[in-house]
């Protein structure tokens, strides 16, 4: 018998969505230790429909190998349920020429129907190259907060190998 989950995979790799979106990315350098980012889009999704979205960072670096980042998202399309947001607030710290750390913690949400957070996390990530100068390793366990769950918290852990297929 075919589960609900099972149809939602067939139908996903047999109809994919299509994607076109134009974004401008502007840095706004505001002193020599901080920089700002804004990234407006546009968006039209097959499925989604129309949409725009925006992306401001601001970037301050007190040491060398120290980086502070908070960032501001929001979302609005066709489809969206209101306005959609999240916020986040990130420090990393370079440990040597391979290794890296990061702390981050961050809040999500929409204005529709109601506006209220659907989600908190916080998170450690450790980040490492290996074997090879483009290819690392990264491993993430954190703590999240559901809406859905009635706000319970919930481990979470993330693994991810990340290949850079070319080098600024």
């Known amino acids: ?3 609900l989950g099972d149809d939602f995979l067939f139908h996903s790799l047999l109809s994919p969505a299509l994607n076109i979106a134009g974004r401008y ?11 700002a980012h804004i990234a407006p ?3 039209w999704n097959s499925d989604k429909g129309v949409g725009v ?3 401001l960072d601001y ?7 120290t980086l502070w980042r908070t960032t501001l998202y929001g979302n609005y399309g066709e489809q969206t349920d209101g306005f959609e947001w999240s916020s986040q607030a990130t420090w990393f710290r370079r440990w040597d020429k391979k290794t890296a750390v990061s702390v981050l913690t961050g809040v999500r949400g929409r204005t529709e129907p109601s506006s209220v957070i659907r989600e908190g996390w916080l998170g450690f990530r450790y980040r490492r190259n290996v074997w090879r100068p483009w290819l690392f390793v ?6 999240s907060w559901h809406r859905e ?3 319970r918290t ?3 852990f993330g693994l991810r190998l990340e290949v850079q297929f070319y080098k600024d």
Do not use: F, H, N
Request: no cysteine; hydrophobic share 30%.
């Open 1 to 3: 018998a075919m589960k």
């Open 25 to 35: 990315l502007y840095t706004w350098p505001i002193s020599p230790r901080s920089v």
């Open 41 to 43: 889009r546009l968006y």
């Open 53 to 55: 979205s925006g992306l």
């Open 59 to 65: 970037e301050y670096t007190p040491q060398p190998d």
């Open 138 to 143: 990264e491993a993430e366990p954190g703590l």
């Open 149 to 151: 769950v009635d706000y």
């Open 154 to 156: 919930e481990p979470t």
